[in-house]
């Protein structure tokens, strides 16, 4: 049998076999009942003996899907852009689909050597100057307009050092990164879809003490965490609320009137043990009008040094909603049809189905109880973590613990909330193992198209030759275009995505450049400085010294730079200022000094800089380190450091 036929009788296999369905698997029953034991602890305390006890039978029932080849044949290009959170990487991934072939990674809040960030001047003006190091990336959003993709902006989140970042999708590059005040760690991130982006949501988890400054560590009157709302042009924060409970994840309606939030430890407790023991907590629904009249109007205080306006909407605020959920929900998502918001249980097997509508009543006072909004609480599994839409009515929710996602019918749970008898389930498909977000085709916006979706699975075992203690995570290509989905690819990821966004490509055409624009802002500060020196940075390959500063322009042409050598004296601080006039796309070049932690990438009509002390007398070669030119190897030059 060819490789190419036992794939596709691989993949019949996949289709028709009952590890398909929860029920009936051929280890499907031994391993439910593993993951019964043990549930709550498993999620609480992140189970890795419950992990270990499910590998046999998960070895043995491994679908064999189609390779992504079959669907995207060598030069051929991809119909999506999935734009990837790399986790504690700080980094975003642009992956294609359904090839999942990886094409490039843009750094975020982490130094990067293959194009110098974190060592080039101009992307130093980013970072801050005493940025810290690194971050924890989860949530990867595209700018909307009108609840549609428009292709401008991705907004991050960074949890370990509670900033937001933004990156410009013209040139895939962070241009902005700013630090959420009042806050610690931000979590939860989400764009306003109506009428544009606009806001960008985003939620502190963690509670601390105001103010943060050691004089009250244990009283939880002082603890609280605020939602906060980013102007997405400017980066400037536009305003935040103060709430109860930690804030998780958060997403935005369809009509601009709304943000919601999910919120556990209603217990108001400030350790761990406290946070699980009520049956419900919240999803928080925020009032945007309301909060925006609010501010206008004075009626908010501001913390410590900081003058962002702070609203109080804690209970018995009209700003805020708390609409009562169980158990420590997680996910936070809307549907694309504008009318509903679903909160995914997490400790509870339900996710809770919330009717925007109903929350338009609740506000005008025609309901009285905040449960009144719920329209929906379908059973679905163990430990419910996020969910996505098809947009043919159809929800995808991860289950963390049963290693599945479950695909159920929205009306249909509606109307099994109402007491009818019918069944929302459609399927319960296996994935490889313990997925955490998933993420549909277009599924967060208005043109969700059910296409593809992808399980973003936090344990590979032994899905891939081994390399270590440390895994890769895995995540899975499901064709979900069908009435029932289909496992279609394992791809293996560098730790640890959390969620990702899948995007055709219609939205980056045209928009994403092939090269530079010299006119860009981007580096905007360094061509001003030449100007200043009389340096015309498309010609002139030149050295200025300023007393202790030199200044060294040199443009870049394959395979030469323009300047041969340089001298400098030790202890002056050497700016080299790199200009690639090449015009050819693709033909990137590299400045690489030897000895001195130097590296930075130039693509075609970029200016990159770079500053340092040369501290070490002698000859230090540059040279280039991007593959450019028949004679690349030649393209080098020698920075002379006089004693
Ligand atoms: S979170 Cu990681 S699996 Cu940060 Cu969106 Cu749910
Ligand atoms: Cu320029 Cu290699």
Same mark, same amino acid.
């Given at each position: 049998?060819?490789?190419?036929? &036992?794939?596709?009788?691989?993949?019949?296999?996949?289709?028709?076999?009952?590890?398909?369905?929860?029920?009936?698997?051929?280890?499907?029953?031994?391993?439910?009942?593993?993951?019964?034991?043990?549930?709550?602890?498993?999620?609480?305390?992140?189970?890795?003996?419950?992990?270990?006890?499910?590998?046999?039978?998960?070895?043995?029932?491994?679908?064999?899907?189609?390779? =992504?080849?079959?669907?995207?044949?060598?030069?051929?290009?991809?119909?999506?852009?999935?734009?990837?959170?790399?986790?504690?990487?700080?980094?975003?991934?642009? !992956?294609?689909?359904?090839?999942?072939?990886?094409?490039?990674?843009?750094?975020?809040?982490?130094?990067?050597?293959?194009?110098?960030?974190?060592?080039?001047?101009?992307?130093?003006?980013?970072?801050? =100057?005493?940025?810290?190091?690194?971050?924890?990336?989860?949530?990867?959003?595209?700018?909307?307009?009108?609840?549609?993709?428009?292709?401008?902006?991705?907004?991050?989140?960074?949890?370990?050092?509670?900033?937001?970042?933004?990156?410009?999708?013209?040139?895939?590059?962070?241009?902005?990164? #700013?630090?959420?005040?009042?806050?610690?760690?931000?979590?939860?991130?989400?764009?306003?879809?109506?009428?544009?982006?606009?806001?960008?949501?985003?939620?502190?988890?963690?509670?601390?003490?105001?103010?943060?400054?050691?004089?009250?560590?244990?009283?939880?009157?002082?603890?609280? %965490?605020?939602? /906060?709302? #980013?102007?997405? &042009?400017?980066?400037?924060?536009?305003?935040?609320?103060?709430?109860?409970?930690?804030?998780?994840? /958060?997403?935005?309606?369809?009509?601009?009137?709304?943000?919601?939030?999910?919120?556990?430890?209603?217990?108001?407790?400030?350790?761990?043990?406290?946070?699980?023991?009520?049956?419900?907590?919240? %999803?928080? #629904?925020?009032?945007?009008?309301?909060?925006?009249?609010?501010?206008? +109007?004075?009626?908010?205080?501001?913390?410590?040094?900081?003058?962002?306006?702070?609203?109080?909407?804690?209970?018995?605020?009209?700003?805020?909603?708390?609409? =009562? %959920?169980?158990?420590?929900?997680?996910?936070?998502?809307?549907? =694309?049809?504008?009318?509903?918001?679903?909160?995914?249980?997490?400790?509870?097997?339900?996710? /809770?189905?919330?009717?925007?509508?109903?929350?338009?009543?609740?506000?005008?006072?025609?309901?009285?109880?905040?449960?009144?909004?719920?329209?929906? +609480?379908?059973?679905?599994?163990?430990?419910?973590?996020? %969910?996505?839409?098809?947009?043919?009515?159809?929800?995808?929710?991860?289950?963390?613990? @049963?290693?599945? *996602?479950?695909?159920?019918?929205?009306? @249909?749970?509606?109307?099994?909330?109402?007491?009818?008898?019918?069944? $929302?389930?459609?399927?319960? !498909?296996?994935?490889?193992?313990?997925?955490?977000?998933?993420?549909?085709?277009?599924?967060?916006?208005?043109?969700? @198209?059910?296409?593809?979706?992808?399980?973003?699975?936090?344990?590979?075992?032994?899905?891939?030759?081994?390399?270590?203690?440390?895994?890769?995570?895995? &995540?899975?290509?499901?064709?979900?275009?069908?009435?029932?989905?289909?496992?279609?690819?394992?791809?293996?990821? $560098?730790?640890?995505?959390?969620?990702?966004? #899948?995007?055709?490509?219609?939205?980056?055409?045209?928009?994403?450049?092939?090269?530079?624009?010299?006119?860009?802002?981007?580096?905007?500060?360094?061509?001003?400085?030449?100007?200043?020196?009389?340096?015309?940075?498309?010609? @002139?390959?030149?050295?200025?010294?300023?007393?202790?500063?030199?200044?060294?322009?040199?443009?870049?042409?394959?395979?030469?730079?323009?300047?041969?050598?340089?001298?400098?004296?030790?202890?002056?601080?050497?700016?080299?200022? *790199?200009?690639?006039?090449?015009?050819?796309? &693709?033909?990137?070049?590299?400045?690489?000094?030897?000895? $001195?932690?130097?590296?930075?990438?130039?693509?075609?009509?970029?200016?990159?800089?770079?500053?340092?002390?040369?501290?070490?007398?002698?000859?230090?070669?540059? $040279?280039?380190?991007?593959?450019?030119?028949?004679?690349?190897?030649?393209?080098?030059?020698?920075?002379? *450091?006089?004693?």
């Amino acid at each position: 049998m060819s490789e190419q036929d &036992d794939r596709i009788e691989g993949a019949a296999r996949t289709e028709g076999a009952p590890q398909d369905d929860a029920e009936g698997g051929r280890c499907g029953l031994s391993r439910r009942k593993f993951l019964g034991v043990g549930a709550a602890a498993g999620l609480a305390g992140a189970g890795s003996g419950l992990l270990g006890a499910m590998l046999p039978g998960a070895a043995n029932a491994r679908a064999r899907g189609r390779a =992504p080849e079959d669907y995207v044949a060598p030069g051929q290009l991809d119909e999506y852009y999935g734009i990837w959170s790399g986790g504690q990487s700080g980094e975003v991934r642009i !992956l294609g689909l359904p090839s999942m072939r990886e094409l490039m990674r843009v750094p975020v809040f982490q130094p990067d050597f293959t194009i110098g960030w974190g060592i080039t001047n101009e992307s130093k003006r980013v970072l801050g =100057p005493n940025f810290p190091m690194g971050g924890d990336l989860h949530h990867p959003h595209v700018s909307q307009t009108d609840g549609r993709y428009d292709g401008r902006y991705i907004f991050v989140n960074d949890k370990a050092n509670t900033r937001v970042a933004r990156i410009r999708c013209d040139i895939m590059r962070t241009d902005r990164i #700013i630090e959420i005040p009042n806050a610690q760690a931000i979590h939860g991130l989400r764009v306003q879809r109506v009428p544009r982006t606009g806001y960008v949501f985003c939620n502190a988890e963690f509670r601390v003490p105001h103010p943060n400054d050691g004089r009250d560590l244990d009283d939880p009157k002082k603890y609280f %965490t605020v939602f /906060t709302a #980013i102007d997405g &042009d400017t980066m400037k924060i536009a305003w935040q609320v103060l709430v109860d409970g930690n804030l998780d994840n /958060t997403d935005a309606d369809y009509s601009g009137k709304y943000a919601a939030a999910t919120c556990y430890n209603s217990e108001d407790a400030v350790t761990l043990a406290g946070f699980m023991r009520n049956e419900r907590d919240w %999803t928080v #629904i925020f009032n945007i009008p309301r909060i925006e009249k609010a501010v206008k +109007e004075g009626r908010y205080r501001t913390i410590g040094e900081s003058k962002v306006p702070v609203v109080d909407g804690r209970h018995g605020s009209d700003l805020t909603l708390y609409v =009562p %959920t169980p158990k420590s929900p997680h996910g936070c998502n809307a549907t =694309p049809d504008g009318k509903y918001v679903i909160a995914n249980g997490k400790l509870s097997p339900t996710c /809770t189905v919330i009717s925007w509508e109903k929350v338009d009543q609740y506000f005008a006072g025609k309901l009285k109880h905040p449960r009144d909004v719920v329209v929906a +609480e379908p059973e679905l599994g163990l430990g419910p973590l996020h %969910t996505a839409y098809d947009g043919r009515g159809n929800a995808y929710t991860t289950l963390f613990i @049963d290693s599945q *996602v479950v695909k159920w019918n929205i009306n @249909d749970a509606i109307r099994a909330f109402r007491g009818e008898k019918v069944n $929302y389930i459609r399927q319960k !498909l296996d994935v490889n193992f313990q997925p955490g977000h998933n993420h549909s085709s277009m599924g967060e916006t208005r043109d969700a @198209d059910g296409k593809w979706l992808v399980s973003l699975n936090k344990f590979s075992k032994d899905r891939f030759l081994h390399v270590g203690p440390l895994h890769p995570d895995n &995540d899975q290509l499901i064709d979900i275009s069908g009435e029932r989905m289909k496992l279609v690819a394992d791809a293996p990821v $560098y730790c640890e995505p959390h969620d990702c966004v #899948i995007i055709h490509r219609r939205v980056f055409d045209g928009k994403v450049r092939r090269i530079w624009d010299r006119k860009d802002p981007f580096f905007a500060e360094t061509v001003a400085q030449a100007k200043r020196d009389g340096i015309v940075l498309e010609r @002139d390959s030149k050295v200025i010294r300023d007393g202790r500063k030199v200044r060294v322009y040199m443009t870049s042409a394959a395979p030469l730079y323009g300047l041969k050598e340089f001298k400098v004296r030790k202890g002056d601080e050497v700016t080299v200022t *790199v200009t690639n006039i090449d015009k050819i796309e &693709d033909l990137s070049h590299g400045f690489c000094l030897a000895n $001195y932690g130097v590296n930075m990438e130039i693509s075609p009509h970029e200016t990159s800089s770079v500053t340092f002390v040369a501290d070490k007398p002698g000859v230090h070669w540059y $040279y280039c380190t991007f593959f450019c030119h028949a004679l690349h190897l030649e393209m080098r030059g020698r920075m002379l *450091v006089e004693a």
